[in-house]
């Protein structure tokens, strides 16, 4: 959204001052082999979330995570166009830009702002999830927040957050087969948060693929 109330703090801000800060978690999990099955997870998410109240919508970003797969498979690199790419056809439009004023979410609880150097600093945050300073499940988790609290687009920031993730982990081979656990509000000043994201991601990770070993279902 990019309306609402103008006297809230700015959470990107608040985001960008605690990111560098955050205690990621270790993770131990292991790279799955290039045989492994792309589970459905985020496709069972997006389906089970939306399917009932938005048929075409459901259609739309369904198409949009066949892309954002598509370009993780190619190893291409997470960048605003490429999102903006997807999001287009989420939204059914023409071109998705960055937005040109500031965006509120939760009810007008959240402002993220704007400056001049807003796109560029996204583009630069968005290039670090393929850096292997940090575990997947952290990089993973910090991509997915980086586009929820830069809020680019004016509208299906959500959506886009989780298109970002799935690309993450499918461009180094990491599938989910639960994804439903991810859902839950996240607020831009909440470090200790952002660290139990990317813990309960490494959990996620880690018991798909040891059912995948398993051979039972998902």
Not at 189 to 214: F, H, P
């Amino acid at each position: 959204m990019t309306s609402g109330p103008s006297h809230h703090p700015d959470a990107l801000a608040d985001w960008l001052r605690v990111r560098p800060q955050i205690s990621w978690p270790r993770w131990s999990g292991t790279r799955p082999d290039a045989g492994t099955p792309a589970y459905d997870g985020f496709r069972n998410f997006f389906t089970t979330t939306r399917g009932s109240r938005d048929a075409e919508g459901t259609k739309r970003v369904l198409t949009a995570l066949d892309l954002a797969l598509a370009d993780a498979a190619q190893g291409r690199r997470l960048s605003f166009a490429l999102l903006a790419g997807w999001q287009r056809t989420v939204l059914d439009q023409d071109s998705a830009p960055f937005r040109t004023v500031p965006a509120f979410a939760k009810a007008g609880r959240e402002r993220y702002g704007l400056t001049p150097d807003t796109p560029a600093c996204f583009e630069r945050c968005l290039s670090e999830s393929a850096h292997r300073d940090l575990p997947l499940p952290s990089r993973a988790a910090r991509a997915y927040l980086d586009v929820l609290f830069f809020h680019p687009f004016e509208d299906g920031n959500a959506r886009a957050a989780m298109l970002a993730l799935a690309f993450v982990l499918t461009r180094e081979r990491v599938p989910l087969d639960q994804v439903h656990p991810l859902q839950a509000t996240r607020w831009a000043d909440d470090a200790d948060g952002a660290a139990d994201l990317a813990a309960l991601l490494g959990i996620l990770v880690t018991a798909a693929e040891r059912r995948r070993s398993d051979g039972r279902p998902s």
